[in-house]
């Protein structure tokens, strides 16, 4: 790659420092508004990382970028790279006297929507702080819906490009100009954000644990402000609200775009769709009526609970309303296992993502026809799409990378000293952006506050592999990548 290609992309990132730099005075309004003194901490922040974007962005200005595979490749990690560092900047310098390692730690939780968090104590913390958290989570949705909808499908690394959706029609483009699609995005982002914040404050929730629970759950983050979570407002009625916000915030925000802007009924038909929640319904019910027989809970409230909490897993949002891990072991098995699932691809949710799973078990079905009749053809489909030989090998590639990352990861944690559940635990959890994992350490009853420095470094390594993919973070590592 030649100067021009690191230029470009370092001006690109510098900008969008600039736009955080800004985003740091929404906080430093809260603050103040509160009467608290972080206030001067957001301020502070915001004239550092502003004034260092701009000169960065000034000293490589230079003509429209040479967009191609590899600067796409780059500008991705990059970016993510600036996004971590300049949102663990106020957690330094807050009152929270937080180190690097879990500033950091808790900013690329933030912004790659995972939900762990380092933080004990969220019902005494300062409420900029609250707000900053939930803003990194908002603004980090933007963007993993972005790259899953535009980048991903182009570097043929992850997610089914817009324009290649099933439709009656596959000349039909829902909008002419990418411009016109993401305007459409925004504006559906944000009224889904008003419209679940206005849901909350209806059913009890003060306005301003409305505005942060609802912007981390429309960016199925799971940050709270509040240790116990949505359990802090005992309310059934919160949590069926929850449940239906995470769901329709774990479908493609494609098909909800052109289902909300264009009226089309047949956009829903997405096979991803159907299958994300078949599982979802039939695991929550099953976990609704284990939890019934197990412990004697009254069925309303089981199949609340059971709901909330499947959504929570495989939105990968992380919230709690009970420590679900003293449900019964069933409940345990099947909390570990959703959490590798995830939602839809499109979406703000993380894991594997529901439409790799029917790619690859139509392959395997593909394989075994095969065999049967070697000298048939059989095509592996997605819907009524067929599905090329470079979307079945990526989908292949990531889920062999997928399960070595989680075993390498999991040993690294447990030479660290960690529990054979904590260690497998908070790497998947890590490495699906789901948040609170399973065990006394990392459960939904815990926090990662008691992790040590280079566990923290490891899992917040996971936590931007999980969020961008993993193969666009491990392409740029292989030489081959750096040679002109």
Known sequence: MNATVYRSAINIAAICGLYLAAAMLVPAAVDLYFGHRDWQVFLLSAMLVGGLSLLAAAATRSGPPPFNKKMGFLLVNLLWLVF??????????????????????????????????????????????????SLLHWLGGIGIVALGLFVMPYLRV??????????????????ARIASFTRAFVLVYVLITIAC?????????????????????????????????FGYFNSLPLLWAATFFMTVCSLPFSILIVFMVRGRLDALRDPQI???????????????????????????????????????????????????????????????FMTFMGGCSGSTAGGIKAYRFIILFNSIRTGLYKLIYPNGIHAVRYGNMTVDADLQRSVVLFF???????????????????????????????????????????????????????????????????????????????PLFWKS
């Open 400 to 478: 062999t990378t997928y399960l070595m990352l989680w075993a390498v990861g999991s040993l690294v944690m447990s030479a660290m000293g960690y529990d054979v559940v904590t260690s497998t635990s908070s790497v998947i959890t890590a490495l699906s952006n789901v948040g609170p994992g399973i065990g006394p350490i990392v459960g939904p009853a815990g926090n990662f506050s008691t992790i040590s420095d280079p566990a923290l470094y490891l899992l917040s390594v996971m936590m931007l592999l999980g969020r961008l993919e993993v193969l666009t973070v491990l392409v740029v590592l292989t």
């Open 197 to 229: 914040t206005l849901t909350f404050a209806v059913l009890g929730m003060s306005r301003f644990d409305a505005i942060n629970h609802a912007m981390a759950t429309v960016a199925t983050g799971g940050f709270s402000t509040h240790d116990a979570s």
């Open 84 to 133: 971590s560092l300049v949102g663990a900047v106020p957690f330094m310098l807050s009152s929270l006297d937080l180190g690097f390692a879990k500033a950091l730690f808790e900013s690329i939780s933030a912004i790659t929507t995972t939900g762990s968090t380092v933080i004990s104590g969220l019902d005494q913390v300062p409420p900029g702080i609250l707000m900053w958290r």
């Open 158 to 175: 992850g997610g089914i490009s817009f324009f290649k959706m099933e439709s009656s029609d596959t000349n039909d483009k829902p909008f």
């Open 274 to 336: 159907g299958v994300f929640l078949a599982y979802l319904v039939a695991f929550s019910i099953a976990i609704a009526v284990y939890h019934r027989l197990q412990n004697g809970v009254p069925f309303h409230e089981a199949l609340a609970h059971s709901f909330f909490t499947v959504s929570t897993i495989l939105s990968t949002t992380g919230f709690a309303s009970e420590d679900y891990t003293l449900w019964g072991p069933f409940v345990v098995a099947m909390a570990f």
